[in-house]
């Protein structure tokens, strides 16, 4: 079976240009250090592809094995490794200076249910006018929100103003 078919970074049969590679047979035993016409008689002889699996190692290290196999395996692997892959979200909750104690419970509420579900939330306070004058009160409302859910979460660093907005994360403990 003579595929010839180009990928990103594996060649097979004849693409392989290396004069002597390292054999591994179709069971997973190790022939040696054969040419490559050798090797490439081997893998005709069972039927199967020489697929260079190493190509930095010296000699390339190359095996006997059915190459649509073994690409339909790798992709496969591939899907489960993303399936147990966990994907930190970042959601912002957005307060202004002049907010109301009950807003800042409902608001709270969110933040804790975001960060029970595992994301990072960026709090921001916003300032717009006259308010950039008064940034201490953007600082009580953040500490009145992260000693709100100091139980299940912490600021990540300290807050930082950017042009008009003071901002702080509070990630899970």
Same mark, same amino acid.
Request: hydrophobic residues 35%.
């Given at each position: ?7 990103d ?61 073994? =690409?339909?395996?790798? #992709? +496969? ?6 399936? %147990?892959?966990?994907? $930190?979200?970042?959601k /912002? ?36 006018g006259?308010?950039?004058?008064? =940034?201490?009160?953007? #600082? +009580? ?6 000693? %709100?859910?100091?139980? $299940?979460?912490?600021? /990540?660093?300290?807050?930082s ?13």
């Amino acid at each position: 079976m003579i595929i010839s078919k180009k990928d990103d970074s594996q060649r097979i049969n004849q693409e392989i240009r290396a004069p002597k590679v390292r054999l591994i047979g179709e069971n997973g035993n190790q022939i040696g250090i054969v040419n490559i016409q050798e090797a490439l008689r081997e893998a005709e002889k069972s039927g199967l592809d020489l697929v260079e699996v190493s190509p930095n190692a010296s000699p390339p290290v190359c095996k006997i094995l059915d190459y649509g196999k073994y =690409k339909y395996q790798q #992709q +496969k692997h591939e899907k489960e490794n993303r399936k %147990k892959q966990h994907v $930190i979200q970042v959601k /912002e909750i957005r307060f202004r200076p002049g907010i109301d104690v009950h807003d800042i419970e409902t608001k709270t509420k969110k933040i804790r249910e975001f960060i029970e579900d595992g994301s990072k939330v960026k709090v921001t306070v916003m300032f717009r006018g006259r308010e950039m004058a008064h =940034k201490e009160y953007g #600082q +009580k409302i953040i500490d009145i929100v992260s000693e %709100k859910v100091s139980d $299940i979460a912490k600021m /990540e660093g300290q807050p930082s103003i950017e042009g008009r907005f003071l901002t702080v994360f509070l990630v899970a403990k």
